[in-house]
């Protein structure tokens, strides 16, 4: 059994979102995730389950961006990290991304990068849980 990793995926493309699902389940979680793809289902997604481990969000899509994601992330769960996951962003875009609050952000060609990220921040949630 893996380690357990609670995800919300706000993400548009399914194919996208089952890539993510299975490269950390290869990576070694057992997850447990729901996908949204509007700031509506985001908000409910937040509000009913306050557990989340990590948020997951494409930087475009049709009804939503990534800088609307962190924003309601910011405003309902500021606790739980943003990571944005894209097929295409410039360093000026990723900037902007980070300094409203991602955590990092990575090309979808490099997806297998979440793992050590998402690793780094849960060992860091689970320390300040011992101290």
Partial sequence: MGNPLKLLIVEDNEIDALLIQRTLEKGGYTVT????????AMR????????WDI???????PYFNGPEAIAI???????????????????????SLLSSG??????????????PVIKRKL???NQDNIN
């Fill in 33 to 40: 995730c729901e996908v949204v793809e509007t700031p509506a």
């Fill in 44 to 51: 409910v997604a937040l509000k009913i389950k306050k557990n």
């Fill in 55 to 61: 948020i997951i969000s494409d930087r475009s899509m």
């Fill in 73 to 95: 992330a910011k405003e309902l769960c500021p606790e739980v990290p943003v990571i944005i996951l894209s097929g295409e962003f410039d360093n000026k875009q990723a900037e």
């Fill in 102 to 115: 991602a955590l990092v952000c990575i090309h979808k060609n490099e997806m297998a990068l979440i793992l």
């Fill in 123 to 125: 060992d860091e949630v």
